[in-house]
Structures are given as C-alpha cells and as structure tokens.
C-alpha cells in the first residue's frame, strides 16, 4: 500500500511538472495544422537561429569535454596545489543565475570594460556577435562533464594507472589506454549533459546577443520572439524541435550504453 | 638484479612511515619484507618500484642511483593487493599490455602472451574480462602482466591478502616455484609470517617504519633480535620476566628453584601438539605447547595445580648455540 502510495506521488508529481506541459506544447503546435507550423520552422530566419544554436553547442561541447576531464583529473589526481578551489570554483556556473553570467561578460567585454577595450582596439567583435554567445555559453554549461568524471575517477582510484606505469606505460599512454576507457561512460553523460543545456540556454546568450533577428537570435531566443509576435504556434514548434533533438541525444545514450559496465 | 636502499626516510603528513631505512636485496634471491599494518613495508617496496619517493635516501638498482628514476624506467614486475586489472580489457590484452607499450612485433607478443598463460594456467581465459575471473585467476592474471615484459626485478604488494586460505597456499608454493625456475629478483610484502617463512629465503622484519631484523626464516625463529621479532615470528609468552617459545616451557611435578606453580585452565588438542592453557601463581595466563605423549604421560586434567618450569638455557632474550 505504502509503496503504490510513494509510485503514485511520483507519476502524478512528474504528469503535472513535466509530461503535462510537454504535451500540452505538442498538442498546441499542431492545433492549427501541420501547415503554419512548417512555415514557421522553415522561415529563414528560424533556420538560421537553429544553425546559430548548432554552432554555438558545436563549439561549447568539445571545449567543456575537454576542460571537464583535465579538470575532473586535476581535483581528483591532486597534481598541483589549489586542486580544492578549482573542485569549488568548477560548481560556480551552477550557483550563478544566467542573467548575471551575461551580465558579467556584458561588463566585462563592453566598450569600458576590462577586455572590451582591448578587443575593440584590434577589430573583433565580441559583444552582441557570436564569440560572446559562444563563451557565454560554455560558461553556464561548464560543470557538467567535470562533475560527472569527478566521482568516476574517485571510485576507480589510481591503481590501474600506476600499475600501466609500473609496465612501462608513459603518462599520455595511460591516459589514452587506461583512464579514458575507463571513465568513458560518464564522459559520454557530461557531453549530453552539456549539449542538452547549450540548446536550451537563455538567460546568458539573451543578455550579450543583442538579440538581432537573423543574426544573434538562437533557437530559444526566437521562441521569445514568436511569442512575444503573437505567434504561438511558431514558438511551441520550436519548442518541440529543441525537446525532440534532447529526447533524441538522450535516447542515444541509453541505447549504446551497455547493460554491465564493467 | 640486486637492489639497495640507504637510509630512506619517508613521511605522510605527521606519520613517519619509514625511518633511516637500510636495505639490501641479492640478486635472484625472494625476499619477505613482513611486519604489521603501518609498519611501512608496502611503502618501501612502492619506493624501491618508484609509485613513491623517498624524502632522504637513495635506492640503487642493479647498483646504479634509481632515487629519481620513472616506474616505467625501472624495469621492475609490480603487482597489486587488489590486482589493478585493466577492467576494460580482456585477459590477453592486460597481458599484453606491457608488450604493446614496447611496440613489440605483433606475433612476437601473441607467442610470449600465450607462454604466460599457459605459466599462469589461465590458458583459454584469455578472452574473457577481469569481471569473470575468480579472485585467484585474477591475482595470476596480474602476474602474468607483470612477468609479460621479462622484469629484472617482482614486486609483489601483499599479493594473497584478498585471497581465500585454500587459494593462498595453493598461490605461495606456486609463486615459489615460479621463482626457483625463473630467478627473477623477488620481493613480497606480507603480514602473515606463515607465508613469510614458508616462501622467502630471506625475511625483512618491519616494525614503526624501522627494520628490526634481516635474515632467513630460522634464524628468525631461533635467534631473534629483539622481542618484537620474538613475539612477531612465532609464538612466545612471557615467564619470569622473560619472553620463550610455549614448547620451551615444561610441565612438571617435581618442584626446584626453576618451577612454579600454576593452575591447568585449559587443554586443547592440535593433532600433533597439545596446547595447555594455564594461570601462573601470580594470576597472570601462560601457555605451553608439548607434544600428544608428553602430555599423555603427565596424565593432566583441567583444574588442576602443575608445576611450569623454564627453559634450562636462555639468557636475555638470546638462545645459546646448543639448545637442549
């Protein structure tokens, strides 16, 4: 009894939060037919903030991968003094609210700020162009991989490592052979992670675009768009696109990971 | 190849886990580095294959300086208490491993991984994952890995500790017969002086990071140098002040001036051996061992009031040359 209590809880819990309004998305976007939200989706304009979206996500996944796991060795590995702070500093894009991230880069890279005179003075570009969407971007979905590898590498300890090392096995060798094999799943985690939350990023990347229709408007700034125009049926469309690219990504994962990891 | 230690310091944090340490190691002898936990055993051998280094000293491989040198550089075989197997590698490829590192010609490897299995009897194995091997398998999977790339030096790191009784005996005298064909320089630690004294040529006694004494198993046993070792290696109780070996001990009716009286508590029967425990005049628990008929003749019964005396010779903790 008590346990088809605690199950009912969850479902009705994950229907009203989750699959409710997800279906109520789906079921607005075709309310109309299949025709104005294929006009929607293929307006030139919404193309080019998908392509802009997939770009961006394009540049931030591999960049956080790669600094997730040097990071995720760097604290676990203890290689150098500092290793604590660098485990809190990591979670600090967690803590931060997106707005204030894009704020910072708007203070930070505007025509006053730090690098902002700097980067005027030899002609790019940084503010309401792509590099500031980019780096805003892989700032809010930084911890994701890290904090993934982070508790694998505990768990798997340093002994594999070091008998390599005892066979001859130089530190890069290692790497490739025996700590990347052996903490790939919870790479390949961080990497969905990451990519889910570059697609859906907002609040950053809205506060640096500039928001320029066809030129700095992402695939969730332009939901903004169509919804504030009055065109609903354009925005669920685009909603339901981004949550269908996730759902994907996701489904992806479950599919090729294997049962025993061992 | 020989290997020396001199005077090695090394500390964790406040806890001095080796302490002036001198060592040295023969040539193609097996050799028992055996003490209790923190004693600083492990942490030597991890020193002498370069997985640590020590704060002072110097360690000399085949008699050169080693202090600095990488593990992979050291050309010492090391193997793990918990095997450190490559999980997400088949039995051949973490054989292999070592091989393939070196770039070895592909039939080459295959030849020398197929010898080794068939060494480890582990032979038709070598397509499985460490996940599907039995403790025992495993321990000799990591020895084969060790062995693959012909080391001049086995470090083996409390190889049998995670091992059920059955499969350690059966792993000591097959480790020993491993080394008597192929003379490898040989090193295990251990906190079992059984298995010490039953595989080693030569026991490193290791006690508060310090070595308490060197030397093959039954001079350990017959001329300890301290009573550390003395209460380490075998069993010894105190008499009269004094630390002996229970069988030392004799019961008697007759009483002089080097008995005394005690109460039979216990008597337990170890096959060949009959351990009598006793409580001494004084309160304090002895035991002493003799053999079935010696106790058979002294016709004993629990409860009862015997007389213990002291081994005829034994002077300060050092046995004579002649022992009676």
């Known amino acids: 009894m008590r346990r088809l209590g605690l199950r009912s809880v969850a479902i009705f819990y994950l229907v009203a939060i989750l699959l409710g309004p997800l279906a109520m998305v789906f079921y607005r976007a075709f309310e109309h037919g299949i025709h104005p939200l294929w006009s929607s989706l293929t307006d030139p304009n919404t193309i080019h903030a998908f392509r802009l979206t997939l770009e961006i996500t394009a540049i931030a996944v591999p960049v956080n991968t790669i600094f997730g796991v040097v990071c995720a060795l760097a604290i676990v590995r203890r290689r150098f003094p500092g290793a604590g702070i660098v485990n809190a500093i990591v979670d600090l894009p967690l803590a931060l609210s997106p707005v204030v991230v894009g704020l910072m880069l708007f203070l930070l890279y505007g025509r006053s700020g730090w690098f902002g005179s700097w980067t005027s003075a030899h002609g790019v570009q940084v503010l309401f162009a792509t590099p500031s969407m980019v780096i805003a971007t892989i700032f809010v979905s930084l911890p994701f991989v890290a904090r993934e590898v982070v508790p694998t590498l505990r768990e798997l300890g340093d002994e594999q490592e070091q008998a390599a090392h005892t066979l001859g096995a130089s530190g890069w060798q290692t790497f490739w052979r025996v700590t990347l094999p052996s903490i790939r799943w919870a790479v390949i985690y961080g990497v969905v992670l990451t990519t889910a939350r570059c697609l859906g990023e907002y609040g950053a990347v809205a506060v640096v675009s500039g928001h320029i229709e066809g030129q700095t408007e992402t695939a969730t700034l332009r939901v903004q768009d169509y919804y504030e125009n009055f065109n609903l049926t354009g925005a669920y469309g685009i909603a339901i696109v981004l949550a269908v690219i996730s759902v994907l990504v996701l489904t992806a994962m479950t599919l090729l990971k294997p049962k025993e990891s061992a | 190849m020989s290997i020396e230690v001199h005077n090695v310091s090394k500390r964790f944090g406040s806890f001095q886990a080796l302490d002036d340490v001198s060592l040295d190691v023969d040539s193609g002898s097996l050799t028992a580095l055996l003490g209790p936990s923190g004693s600083g055993k492990s942490t030597l051998l991890r020193i002498i294959a370069g997985l640590e280094h020590p704060d002072t000293g110097e360690v000399r491989l085949a008699g050169e300086d080693a202090t600095v040198l990488a593990p992979q550089k050291r ?210 628990p002895i035991t002493v061992q003799m053999t079935r008929e010696q106790a058979a003749e002294l016709e004993l019964a629990p409860g009862q009031i015997v007389l213990v005396r002291r081994p005829r010779v034994r002077v300060g903790g050092e046995l004579p040359d002649v022992v009676g």
């Not at chain 2, 090391?78 to 088949?90: D, L, P, R, S």
């Not at chain 2, 068939?118 to 038709?124: A, C, S």
């Not at chain 2, 097959?174 to 010490?196: G, I, P, Y």
């Not at chain 2, 008597?267 to 425990?277: A, D, K, P, Y």
């Open chain 2, 75 to 284: 050309g010492v075989g090391f193997v793990f208490q918990h095997y450190a197997a490559f999980k997400h590698m088949t039995v051949r490829d973490n054989v292999a491993f070592g091989l393939k590192i070196r770039k070895q010609p592909k039939a080459e490897v295959r030849a020398r991984v197929d010898e080794l299995l068939e060494l480890v009897q582990l032979q038709g194995f070598g397509h499985r994952y460490p996940a599907q091997l039995s403790g025992g398998q495993r321990q000799r999977m990591a020895l084969a890995r060790a062995l693959a790339p012909r080391p001049k030096v086995l470090l083996l790191d409390e190889p049998f500790g995670a091992l059920d009784a059955r499969v350690r005996a059966e792993l000591r005298v097959w480790l020993r017969r491993l080394h008597s064909e192929t003379h490898t320089t040989t090193v295990f630690v251990t906190h079992d002086q059984e298995e010490a004294m039953e595989v080693a040529d030569r026991v490193v006694v290791m006690n508060a990071g310090r070595v308490e004494q060197a030397a093959a198993p039954h001079d350990l046993y017959d001329a300890p140098a301290n009573d550390f070792v003395m209460t380490f290696v075998g069993d010894a109780v105190r008499f009269d002040g004094q630390l002996v070996r229970p069988h030392e001990l004799e019961l008697t009716y007759d009483a002089d001036e080097t008995t005394r009286e005690a109460q039979l508590d216990r008597i337990v029967h170890l096959g060949f051996e009959t351990r009598c425990e006793l409580t001494l005049d004084d309160g304090s």
